[in-house]
């Protein structure tokens, strides 16, 4: 993660239970710009619950870039949205 212009790190937790992970790890360290975003480098581990805690490393490169604005509803999905109310679905 040396040399990066901005770092990113998740950290997933999972709840206790057979045959899934406990932990995963992923960090993102962005290198330079790459047209409409970054490409840099990309570290991961996979902490697995087997008979003993095996951890399972991950590393490579990644490229990160923005997605386009949303698309706007049209007009006749507009008027429509009037009789769509609240978004309420229970009575009560």
Same mark, same amino acid.
């Given at each position: 993660m040396a040399g990066a212009l901005f770092a990113i790190t998740m950290v997933t937790n999972y709840a206790p239970g057979p045959d899934r992970?406990?932990?995963d790890v992923m960090g993102f360290a962005a290198?330079? $710009?790459a047209g409409d975003g970054y490409r840099g480098s990309y570290a991961g581990?996979?902490? @697995?619950n087997a008979p003993y805690i095996a $951890?399972?490393?991950f590393k490579g490169t990644f490229r990160m870039y923005r997605l386009?604005? @949303?698309?706007?509803?049209?007009?006749?999905?507009?008027?429509?949205?009037?009789f769509k109310g609240c978004g309420r679905t229970k009575s009560g």
């Open positions: 992970p406990t932990k290198k330079e $710009p581990v996979t902490v @697995a $951890p399972i490393a386009g604005p @949303a698309p706007q509803p049209s007009w006749w999905a507009r008027v429509l949205d009037i």
